[in-house]
């Protein structure tokens, strides 16, 4: 029976479903891997301030046109903040960029659409070289797809999709995670699914992208590489429409 299960749950991965419009509750924002100098197109709020930190780097320098955004530094300019963080609001409808630069001497960009949204916290990882993703480039154009991957990472519609009803219909993968279809966008090309993925062992587990791997998923991402035990994670993914 279990078996089953995990069989009808494997299947249900590469399946048109039914999509929620809700949203995460208490789920940890996604991290954007980013490349020296790599430019992002962003929703940020524009009546609450957004925060914007580097893993393992403090930023040190902001720059972007005089009266664009109104910037909190404090957190940057401590001497005893680890994260360095900088909260900042655009003060104009204008789509405006602002460049960042950090103690490690690296850099990119954040080109900013506003919202009458909440703020939101913006959470950049510089790229490693050992670093693995799963993608199949052979079908849609890779910038479409890093694209549509980053916007579902942060919360938004990705570009030129639609939000689909979703009925979540739970099952486990390895016994010990429990996988729920929590957003589906569906776009000409691609469809891109939003999984919640929980530990209900005693224990930590490790996950891979070569769990949920399908013939037709074009990029797969995961928010952690390990879930504790009854802690949660998310999976990304993006699917050809194309036969």
Not at 111 to 124: A, D, I
Not at 176 to 205: C, F, M, P, W
Request: no cysteine.
């Amino acid at each position: 029976m279990q078996n089953k299960k995990y069989l009808k749950g494997l299947v249900l991965l590469a399946l048109p479903l039914l999509v929620s419009t809700s949203l995460f509750a208490g789920a940890l924002p996604a991290s954007i891997p980013f490349e020296d100098g790599e430019q992002f197109n962003l929703t940020l709020s524009g009546i609450n301030f957004n925060r914007v930190f580097v893993e393992g780097e403090k930023i040190t320098q902001l720059s972007y046109p005089a009266g664009a955004f109104a910037v909190d530094k404090s957190e940057m300019e401590s001497a005893v903040s680890q994260e360095g963080s900088v909260y900042l609001k655009p003060m104009s409808d204008t789509p405006l960029t602002v460049f960042f630069t950090t103690d490690k001497g690296h850099h990119f960009s954040l080109s900013v659409n506003v919202s009458e949204t909440f703020g939101k916290t913006v959470r950049m990882r510089m790229k490693r070289q050992t670093a693995v993703r799963f993608v199949k480039a052979d079908v849609v154009d890779v910038s479409v797809v890093d694209e549509a991957m980053l916007a579902m990472k942060l919360g938004d519609i990705p570009k030129d999709f639609n939000v689909v009803r979703v009925k979540p219909r739970p099952f486990y993968v390895n016994k010990d995670i429990k996988v729920s279809l929590e957003k589906q966008y569906q776009g000409a090309t691609l469809t891109g699914y939003v999984y919640r993925l929980e530990n209900k062992a005693n224990h930590a587990v490790k996950l891979t992208t070569s769990l949920f791997s399908h013939k037709k998923a074009d990029m797969l991402a995961l928010s952690d590489d390990t879930i504790a035990p009854k802690k949660v994670a998310y999976l990304y993914g993006l699917y050809s429409n194309i036969s």
